[in-house]
């Protein structure tokens, strides 16, 4: 066994990996269903600004992250929820929330080496108060997820029909854009604010190539956000490589074989089909 195993950062490391690879996988879905990458990569760039905020003021970075993150998602929500409207809405924010960026690095006194962990990541950083942080957040965002699934599925699926039924779409919108807020100031500990669709939408990608059942997918994105973090993280220990650059490869690995499969399967399957209808 490596002798790093036996060190508290290394076991708060793989706890608050596991917490955020299990949000990310059941959020993933979600934010793939409702073409919503844009609106993860958004609230990720402003997360960075509330870090760089929080150093600025003396406050823990995480803290800053969240409460930009959770900001931003507001704003989106408030300026417009619609496909139509989203992206525009998005990018008003990330371009206003990147320029305060800039505005708080260049007033802070401080090196900013916390913030800009941010944006690479520093999951093997993370203290006892941080993984508590970090369960408290997860489950606020999965117990929220849970309180609005079906509807939120609904709206997700057909928009106009769950409109015309009474369900309330543009709330929906925005509670889900305030889960998704929780999922990446979680998410951005582990793989950093550039690298935030690694666990948000390629494992939820890959899952929905392996199977079209909606529990599964759930299921098979969670395997593969866990499999790609604790791995990462395992493979960092052994190497002189950072976290985020094993989490990656992972998982996109993931995906690339999950591309391959329906191909291959059908490749594996012609000549038996072929063999049946020769025998007919």
Known sequence: MHPLWHYAFVQQALLAGVITAVVAGVVGPIVTMRNMSFAVHGLAEVGFSGAAGAVMLGLPAPVGVLAAAVAAAGAIGALGVRLRERDVAIGSVLAFGMGLGVLFLTLSTRYATEAFGILFGSILAVSRQDVLRTAVVGAAALAALAAVYRPLRFASVDPEVAEARGVPVRLLSTLFLLILALAVAEVIQVVGALLILTLVIVPAGAAQRLTAHPSLITVCS???????????????????????????????????????????????????????????
Not at 242 to 269: D, H, I, M, N, Q
């Open 222 to 280: 969670v395997a593969i956000a866990l499999a790609a973090t604790v791995g990462g993280i395992v493979c960092a220990l052994y190497t002189s490589w950072p976290v985020s650059f094993f989490v990656t490869g992972l998982s996109f690995a993931a995906y690339v074989l999950a591309r391959a499969k329906a191909p291959l399967a059908a490749l594996v399957g012609a000549p038996g089909r072929r063999a049946a209808a020769c025998g007919r």
